[in-house]
C-alpha cells in the first residue's frame, strides 16, 4: 500500500505539471490519458489471454488488484504454455484456438477421496457477493476478495461492452438462497484461498427446468438469480464501501 500511495502521489504531481505547462491549443494534441482507475481498452501483448495492458490503481477493482503479478513469477509466454491448451473446445476467443486449463471439481481444494471440500452456505438478504465475469457464470465471492484470491486468469478482467470497469460486477442478495461454498485453490499461478460461491441448479428449488440450468454440471447461471429477484446488481456509482 505504500509503493501504491507514492506511485499515486507521483503520478499526481506529474499530471499537475503537465496540465499547469499545457495551453488550451495543445491540449488537443496529447493523447488520452489512461483513466486511474479503469482497465484500459487494449489488451497486454494485444494477447486477450492476458487481459488489458493497464489495471486500476483506484477504485474498489484497484484495491483488488493490489500486488496482484497476472503471470506469477513466470513470463507471458511461460504462463500462456502452462495455462492454455491449444486443443481444447469451444474456445472464448474468435482468433485464438484453444481455451483455459481450467481446476478440477470446479476449482475447490480435494478431500483424500478426491470429493471437493465445499458446504452449503445459506446467502441472506443484505449479504453482497460480486464476481469477475458476465452473469451468464456460476461463480461469485464475497464483495472486496482480492483478485489473486480468486485463481482466475487474467482474461475475465476484459469486459468488451465496458473495458474500464474491469468486467466487475456487484450484487446485493435480495431474497435467500443457497449456494456451494468453500476456499478456492491455487491455480493460473495465483495463491487462490478466497471463498468462492457455486451456483447450483440442486440449491435453487424450481431453476431446474429453467434454460439457464446447466443438466451436465449442475451449475445455474447468475442470470437467473437477478431474473427471479434473489439478487440485485448495484450500479456503479453506489459501488462505494
Not at 476467443?93 to 483424500?112: C, E, K, R, T
Request: aromatic fraction near 12%.
Amino acid at each position: 500500500m505504500l509503493f501504491r500511495r507514492m506511485l499515486m502521489s507521483l503520478a499526481a504531481g506529474g499530471l499537475f505539471f503537465a496540465t499547469s505547462a499545457t495551453t488550451a491549443a495543445d491540449a488537443a494534441e496529447l493523447p488520452r490519458i489512461q483513466p486511474f482507475d479503469q482497465c484500459s481498452t487494449a489488451d497486454l501483448q494485444n494477447d486477450p489471454r492476458l487481459g488489458p495492458a493497464k489495471l486500476p490503481f483506484f477504485g474498489e477493482v484497484g484495491e483488488e488488484l493490489d500486488d496482484y503479478e497476472r503471470t506469477g513469477k513466470h513470463s507471458a509466454a511461460q504462463f500462456i504454455g502452462t495455462w492454455w491448451d491449444p486443443s481444447a473446445r469451444p474456445s472464448p476467443f474468435l482468433s485464438i484456438a484453444g481455451n483455459w486449463v481450467f481446476p478440477p471439481q470446479n476449482g475447490y481444494y480435494l478431500n483424500d477421496d478426491g470429493t471437493p471440500v465445499r458446504t452449503v452456505t445459506t446467502l441472506r438478504p443484505g449479504q453482497q457477493i460480486d464476481r469477475f465475469g458476465l452473469p451468464r457464470g456460476s461463480f461469485l465471492s464475497p464483495r472486496g476478495t482480492d483478485y489473486d484470491e480468486r485463481s482466475l486468469p487474467p482474461s475475465n478482467l476484459d469486459d468488451a461492452t465496458d473495458p474500464g470497469g474491469c468486467n466487475y460486477r456487484i450484487y446485493q442478495v435480495a431474497k435467500e438462497f443457497q449456494v456451494f461454498s468453500g476456499p478456492i485453490r491455487p491455480w493460473f499461478d495465483q495463491p487462490g484461498n478466497g471463498q468462492q460461491y457455486q451456483v447450483v441448479c440442486a440449491l435453487v428449488p424450481g431453476s431446474a427446468a429453467s434454460p439457464l440450468c446447466n443438466p451436465s454440471s449442475g451449475n445455474l447461471q447468475v442470470q437467473y438469480l437477478l431474473d427471479n429477484n434473489y439478487l440485485v446488481e448495484i450500479p456503479v456509482d453506489n459501488r462505494t464501501v
